[in-house]
C-alpha cells in the first residue's frame, strides 16, 4: 500500500458517519493506564542537540492562574550524572521563565556539563526556588539524556529518537 492511499485511508475514517474509536472509552479518564504527568508538566520533558558538554532540556510549564499569565510561570531546573539517589549536589541548576510569547514552554541550555558521551538525569520544578537541600512545590518526572562523544571519537554509535508537536494556540 502506498503512504498517500494510506493517509487517505487514515483521513477518511475518522469522518465515516458513526464511526467510534478504536478504544471503547471516549474519555481519557476512562482510559486504562493513561496517567498524565503532573500540573503544570502535562506535557512532560525532553531534551535534544546533544554536544559533547551539552544538551537542551525541554518543558512546559502550564500556568495555573492569571497572575503567572501575566508574570510568566517560574521554573527551577537541575541536572545529575549517574547514579541518581537523591535531588541534591546536582551538577548545574537555574532559572527560567515561561512566557505567552513561548507558549510557556522553557528550554535550557544545561552546558558546561563535565562529561562527553555521558548519560544524565535532569528534572524541572515549578513556582519556586529550589535550595541547598529543600525542594518545594511540583515536580516534573525525572528525565534522562546523555552528552554527544566527544570530537575525536570515530567508533561510537549514537542513536536518536525524533518527534514534532504543534502550538497548541497557533495551530
Request: some cysteine; aromatic content about 10%.
Amino acid at each position: 500500500m502506498n503512504c498517500l492511499l494510506l493517509v487517505v485511508l487514515m483521513a477518511s475514517g475518522g469522518m465515516v458517519k458513526g464511526s467510534k474509536s478504536p478504544h471503547p472509552a471516549h474519555n481519557m479518564d476512562e482510559i486504562p493506564n493513561f496517567y498524565p504527568d503532573p500540573a503544570p508538566f502535562h506535557l512532560g520533558v525532553a531534551s535534544g542537540d546533544p554536544l559533547p558538554d551539552s544538551v537542551i532540556l525541554w518543558t512546559r510549564a502550564t500556568p495555573r492562574n492569571n497572575d503567572e499569565i501575566i508574570s510568566g510561570t517560574n521554573v527551577s531546573w537541575r541536572i545529575w550524572t549517574p547514579p541518581f539517589t537523591s535531588e541534591e549536589n546536582p551538577e548545574l541548576q537555574g532559572d527560567a521563565t515561561g512566557t505567552d510569547s513561548t507558549d510557556w514552554t522553557i528550554k535550557i541550555d544545561a552546558s558546561p556539563l563535565s562529561r562527553s558521551n555521558q548519560t544524565y538525569y535532569y528534572r524541572f520544578y515549578f513556582g519556586f526556588r529550589v535550595n541547598a537541600s529543600d525542594i518545594y512545590g511540583e515536580r516534573s518526572r525525572l528525565g534522562r539524556t546523555r552528552t554527544a562523544p566527544a570530537a575525536n571519537v570515530t567508533d561510537g554509535i549514537i542513536t536518536f529518537a525524533h518527534t514534532t508537536c504543534v502550538s497548541p494556540k497557533t495551530g
